[in-house]
């Protein structure tokens, strides 16, 4: 074990400060129950069961945000664009795909300055996967 020196910062990841595991369980989890409800969105998940896409973005986001690397060592490089191809994700798509998020996000409650940093980074990731005009 390390010890810290006194005095010295200790740096907690987004992950840690908005509450780890618990926290993106359930945001995925809200996430995906307003997904089973819309047609254009369920549309996109051929699985008849939509908890293999919740843990993938779940071991996702909580990699992204700085908690175990279990995302990359199960499945490689996330390569999100690559992944999202096969999908015709036009703007409705994003736009429903954030509106889904939107409530996710409202309902974890999070301070301010962590809800927007968490909310900037998904409008970020939702206009990359767009990739056809409509």
Do not use: C, K
Request: glycine share 6%; hydrophobic share 40%; proline share 6%.
């Amino acid at each position: 074990m390390t010890e810290i020196p006194r005095g010295a910062l200790q740096q907690q990841t987004f992950y840690e400060l908005v509450g780890g595991e618990e926290t993106f369980r359930r945001l995925v989890h809200r996430f995906y129950q307003g997904v089973a409800e819309d047609p254009e969105l369920r549309a996109m998940y051929p699985e008849e069961d939509l908890g293999p896409a919740e843990e993938r973005l779940r071991l996702f986001l909580v990699q992204y945000w700085g908690g175990p690397r279990t995302y990359s060592d199960e499945r490689g490089h996330p390569r999100l664009r690559m992944r999202h191809a096969p999908f015709a994700v036009d703007r409705a798509a994003h736009d429903a795909w954030l509106r889904h998020m939107r409530t996710a996000v409202d309902e974890l409650q999070l301070q301010p300055a962590h809800e927007q940093q968490l909310w900037d980074y998904l409008v970020y990731a939702a206009a990359s996967m767009v990739n056809t005009a409509g």
